[in-house]
């Protein structure tokens, strides 16, 4: 009778496996059938222990399969979500162009400057979702997966056991270890509408950061690929630069004195820069959510105690995130000085753009004497350093 038991629950799990192996393979087809298509993305960010998200913004996007794209296999269009009134972006196949608003700036990238050692484009929700699938169907990766039904839709979670986290740009990539810690694990969830036997909803989780997007509003193979070009999309008033190349306006602080500021601390208490007491102020202008960023605040955080009576070290998030994610921010990362919440005048004075990191050191006079823009592990610690102790003498 055991043995009878042993072997209906076997050739029942086998069935089942079978039964999942299938129903994938068919999400896949779907899939796979898309060759354009339109919808509402709704894309949401949280850092690790917030209980809301640092942002939830929704975007029109027009994507289109791309075969002749062998990064991602696919191009794409971003609008804002009201009546595509103001572009955000695209790739094209060959170039990705992001757009920044508050300078009427645009930034071509060739992918000529590596950044990594796969091409850095957030592929489309379809093209996404098919990637994924594609890789729980055919790797001999370590993962386990979950499968369950509703009357409505079909939700499918795998997690990832590898020794390095798993994005996906097309491709499966394996990211590069980071130089602070991140544990390895990936997670990835998407749930499928039985309605349209495809994923409407991807929720992606990794140590570090956790995100989702979900979709509404699809239509699908009705946009004209012929028609598909990024560069007509672009405003006639907005000026174009390539990534790398250096801002006319990047030093232009440099020898003035540093735009003032009041703005909030995590408790409500207003702090000024005019107020602050350091001999040098480092001011660290950064967006929750920026791995540079991020991987700098174990260097930030050793500055105090290397120049305790003559350094003051500030952070502001440019990116306008909540009091409550700055606040589980600097908990999550011990963060040892002062972080502020910014508000959107400073990245206009500070000219970054919105771009993040920027340092810059102010000397007793609260003037520039120096500005860097990124962040690079120890090459980066060096240069503000030896700023400091020059000031300093």
Request: charged share 25%; proline share 6%.
């Amino acid at each position: 009778m055991r043995k009878m038991f042993i072997s209906f629950f076997l050739c029942s799990l086998f069935n089942v496996i079978v039964s999942a192996q299938a129903y994938l393979n068919t999400i896949l087809e779907r899939l796979e059938y898309i060759q354009s298509a339109s919808y509402i993305d709704l894309k949401e960010a949280w850092e690790p222990g917030d209980t809301e998200p640092v942002y939830a913004t929704p975007f029109y996007m027009e994507e289109y399969r791309n075969p002749s794209d062998t990064v991602i296999g696919s191009s794409y269009l971003s609008w804002d979500s009201v009546g595509k009134r103001r572009f955000e972006g695209g790739y094209d196949g060959t170039v990705s162009a992001s757009m920044f608003h508050e300078e009427k700036g645009i930034v071509i990238d060739d992918f000529s400057i590596p950044r990594a050692p796969f091409r850095l484009v957030s592929p489309p929700f379809f093209n996404y979702a098919e990637s994924i699938i594609r890789y729980l169907l055919g790797t001999t990766d370590s993962l386990t997966r979950e499968i369950k039904e509703t009357e409505e839709i079909y939700y499918v979670k795998m997690t990832i056991h590898e020794e390095n986290q798993i994005e996906f740009f097309g491709k499966p990539c394996r990211i590069p270890t980071p130089p602070f810690y991140m544990e390895p694990t990936s997670i990835y969830e998407l749930w499928v509408d039985k309605l349209t036997g495809l994923p409407y909803k991807v929720r992606r989780e990794m140590s570090h950061s956790i995100s989702t997007n979900t979709v509404s509003e699809v239509k699908l193979n009705g946009l004209d690929p012929a028609a598909f070009n990024l560069y007509d999309c672009f405003p006639t008033d907005y000026e174009i630069r390539m990534y790398g190349q250096k801002k006319r306006s990047t030093s232009a602080l440099e020898g003035k004195k540093a735009p003032d500021w009041q703005l909030a601390d995590t408790t409500g208490r207003l702090v000024s820069l005019s107020g602050l007491r350091g001999k040098i102020i480092l001011l660290n202008l950064t967006g929750i959510g920026c791995g540079p960023c991020h991987a700098a605040i174990p260097f930030l955080n050793t500055l105090k105690g290397r120049f305790p009576n003559d350094l003051d070290v500030v952070a502001i998030d440019t990116w306008g995130r909540k009091q409550s994610s700055i606040r589980n921010y600097i908990r999550h990362n011990a963060i040892r000085y002062l972080f502020l919440e910014g508000t959107p005048n400073i990245a206009k004075a500070y000219q970054t753009g919105g771009a993040a990191p920027y340092f810059f050191l102010l000397d007793e006079n609260r003037v520039v004497r120096k500005m860097f823009f990124g962040y690079k592990v120890g090459e980066s610690d060096k240069e503000i350093i030896r700023v400091i102790e020059a000031l300093l003498r």
